[in-house]
């Protein structure tokens, strides 16, 4: 029923949607992920997210989305809040980074990321450009839905673009499984 649900919701986000165009193609697998820092939400408080300091802990499973509380991007952040025990056991961080409704990330982190995992704002969608991961929405430049899974020397072992956020939790849990499998803790 939920899956039913979401999937209802979904199609119906796209079929109602405005005009989307990406931008550019996403980084590809192998290439070096950039490094950034961001403001961030933590469980509704604001915190600073580093990939570089994130990056020595496991891998980081970074994922892009447009904007806070709309449809799609609620349905992504409940799945992988759902998720992100799982992606502990396997040593991957999760981060939520947007270019949309950049103030209201805290709120955010705590209802729909269930305080579950850091989403950082990212104004101008820079971060998201860096990873050529942006698009326009109404003319404004927006973070595009995308997922990336950055082993710990900064090599992207997953990137997947994909305006339904049904497949982005299952293709990077398999990622973080096989970068873990070939590097036991």
Same mark, same amino acid.
């Given at each position: 029923?939920k ?5 209802l ?6 079929a ?7 931008a550019f193609?996403a980084?590809?697998?192998g290439e070096?992920?950039?490094? &950034?820092?961001l403001? +961030?939400?933590?469980?509704? #408080?604001?915190t ?5 300091q994130?990056l020595q *802990? $496991? ?8 904007a806070?509380?709309?449809?799609g991007c609620?349905l992504?952040a409940?799945?992988?809040?759902e998720?992100?025990d ?5 040593g991957?961080?999760?981060i ?9 990330i805290?709120?955010?982190s ?6 579950k &995992?850091?989403?950082a +704002?990212?104004?101008?969608? #820079? ?10 929405? *109404? $003319?404004?430049k927006l973070?595009?839905?995308?997922s990336y899974?950055?082993?710990?020397d ?16 299952q ?12 590097n036991?803790a």
């Open positions: 029923m899956n039913t649900l979401k999937t919701a979904v199609a119906t986000l796209l109602l949607s405005v005009p989307v165009t990406s193609a980084l590809q697998v070096k992920a950039p490094d &950034f820092k403001d +961030a939400a933590l469980a509704g #408080k604001a600073t997210f580093s990939l570089k994130a *802990k $496991g891998p980081v499973v970074l994922y892009f989305f447009p806070a509380f709309s449809a609620t992504e409940h799945d992988f809040a998720a992100t799982e992606f502990s056991k396997q991957a961080t999760v939520g980074v947007t270019a949309g409704n950049t103030d209201q805290a709120k955010f705590k209802l729909e990321c269930r305080d &995992f850091t989403v +704002a990212d104004p101008g969608a #820079k971060v998201a450009a860096e990873y050529k991961s942006t698009m326009e929405m *109404k $003319g404004q973070s595009d839905r995308t899974v950055i082993a710990p900064g090599k992207i072992l997953l990137s997947y673009t994909d305006k339904n956020p049904d497949a982005h939790i293709k990077a849990m398999d990622a973080v499984k096989k970068y873990r499998q070939a036991p």
